[in-house]
């Protein structure tokens, strides 16, 4: 049987019950699973494996490659000073932080699709930990840039976060566990923002400025080291095992990586999410490179303070995109997928409203942080509700989906950067004034996105157009003659649950009619 991203293979043929024979076996799970082992619950505290334990150390991850991304921000004052670095300079570093997570994260796509998030996690955190211990030695404005450019393809961790979520947990709380995941990962952001001057000001009280900045990168390059190390020795890539024991016991075929890449990208919705996102998640990138600065020059405050108060916008990561994961969720309970896209649209536009209203309020610190406080609240749940239309969209072609729409944020990111935030004839609350604009036109497309069976924000769906249709499309005739669009009927199955619950109860009224009197 070929492959599929999302399901992990072969339905295993061993009873739950029975005990496991191998490390592919079917094991006895902690919590309740679906057809797919895939958990049913989201249990936060939980680090049981496989599936808590995986959401832990990917949502870690994650994280920590925020940390590691935009420790410099907060600093940003000291090593302009010590490198000399004039606005470009400094944009050009913002820039190349997350356009180099364009193509590792489209390159992650397929790794996780080939062999599996733990290699997407761990390898990629190992390699970026060399440049972030190698911005110590930097002398110059391009060596910055460089090191900025190399640290942020970590920020690609992104890509296996939420394709590990998305494999496994149940299609009815997907939204929530990538949410949570990816919102406790962005929260890295802030955490970076608010622990990096205390980290700076300690070895300050030792070492001159110019030496301190240097050996405070060396707290995330340690931090990184040891997560990677940590997802590949204790993570597992689905819930019946890894893949390479998965292939070897034949319960797993290699993938196509070719028929994974033309699922997704042959999809137009995976490209309006992919505009979409670049948009919400890439006006979290964009903000989270300004705003300490900005509030730095804007009201003459010192590096800890304006470091501290910028930690405000990534910190309500905590509990903002998984808010938006439930709302989608929620929402999909009772008006189905069209509920999904409307959370979407509400909650992005509402941050394009915010980033407009910076420019207005940029003469008061207090009701700049009104509005900071706000706007950290509608961006991180827009990236959370996308997650929760992410999943649906393709199942074969998951992990390649995932990056694409992933890379989307970055892009969006470095082309707002260039055109708002580098020129010198435009200040940065008039950067934030036409990215809100920005936001309002882009967040309009999403009317554009129509599912057959389930509808759009204006059109109904065919209840006569059945999920598996859908999905078995992604496979060729002679594929399905062969049976291999069964690894996706599960999901199917489940993904019925974006019909809405009115949908539902009319399909089970019209399989179980009731008994005649």
Not at 36 to 54: C, D, G, M, Q, T
Not at 104 to 121: K, Q, T
Not at 370 to 391: D, E, K, N, Q, R
């Amino acid at each position: 049987m070929a492959d599929d991203s999302a399901h992990g293979g072969k339905a295993p043929s061993m009873s739950k019950a029975s005990p496991p024979a191998s490390d592919v076996a079917v094991p006895r799970f902690n919590v309740p699973v679906d057809s797919e082992n895939k958990s049913k619950v989201l249990k936060i505290w939980s680090w049981a494996a496989p599936h808590h334990r995986s959401f832990q150390l990917s949502w870690m991850s994650f994280m920590l490659a925020f940390f590691a991304s935009f420790a410099a921000p907060p600093m940003l004052p000291t090593i302009r000073n010590n490198l000399d670095l004039d606005k470009q300079d400094i944009s050009g570093a913002s820039i190349a932080t997350v356009t180099g997570a364009v193509f590792s994260r489209i390159l992650l796509g397929a790794v996780c699709d080939s062999y599996g998030p733990r290699y997407g996690h761990g390898v990629l955190q190992l390699l970026c930990s060399a440049a972030t211990f190698g911005i110590a030695a930097i002398t110059n404005a391009g060596g910055f840039i460089a090191c900025r450019m190399i640290i942020g393809f970590s920020l690609a961790t992104f890509v296996p976060c939420q394709f590990w979520c998305s494999v496994m947990f149940n299609a009815r709380i997907v939204g929530t566990a990538n949410a949570v995941a990816a919102g406790w990962g962005n929260m890295g952001a802030g955490l970076t923002h608010l622990i990096m001057p205390y980290i700076f000001s300690g070895i300050a009280k030792h070492q001159p400025d110019f030496i301190a900045w240097r050996c405070a990168y060396f707290i995330p390059g340690f931090a990184q080291v040891l997560i990677g190390l940590a997802v590949l020795l204790f993570g597992q890539d689905l819930p019946d095992g890894n893949y390479a024991a998965l292939r070897k016991a034949g319960k797993k075929d290699k993938a196509k990586t070719q028929m994974e890449l033309f699922a997704a990208i042959k999809n137009y919705r995976t490209w309006l999410l992919v505009l979409s996102y670049g948009y919400c998640f890439g006006v979290e990138l964009t903000v989270d490179n300004n705003i300490a600065p900005y509030l730095y020059d804007q009201f003459n405050m010192d590096q800890h303070t304006a470091g501290v108060l910028g930690a405000v916008f990534g910190l309500s990561n905590l509990f903002a995109r998984a808010l938006g994961g439930l709302l989608s969720d929620y929402a999909a309970k009772h008006f189905g997928m069209r509920g999904r896209l409307w959370t979407l649209w509400t909650v992005q536009s509402l941050g394009g409203v915010c980033s407009i209203l910076m420019f207005y309020a940029d003469h008061s610190l207090g009701l700049t942080m009104v509005v900071v406080a706000f706007w950290s609240l509608f961006v991180p749940m827009s990236c959370g509700a996308t997650y929760g239309i992410a999943p649906f969209i393709t199942r074969r072609g998951l992990g390649v989906a995932t990056g694409l729409i992933g890379a989307g944020g970055n892009t969006g990111s470095a082309i707002t950067q260039a055109i708002f935030f580098t020129s010198a004839s435009m200040t940065v609350a008039e950067g934030f004034k036409w990215m809100g604009v920005m936001i309002l036109a882009v967040t309009a497309t999403l009317v554009l996105m129509h599912f057959p069976m389930w509808g759009g924000m204006l059109t109904r769906g065919n209840p006569n157009f059945t999920e598996e249709e859908y999905y078995s499309r992604d496979y060729t005739a002679a594929e399905r003659e062969q049976g291999l669009h069964r690894a996706v009927l599960n999901w199917a199955s489940e993904s019925r649950s974006n019909r809405g619950f009115k949908k539902q109860m009319e399909v089970l009224q019209k399989d179980f009619p009731a008994p005649a009197v």
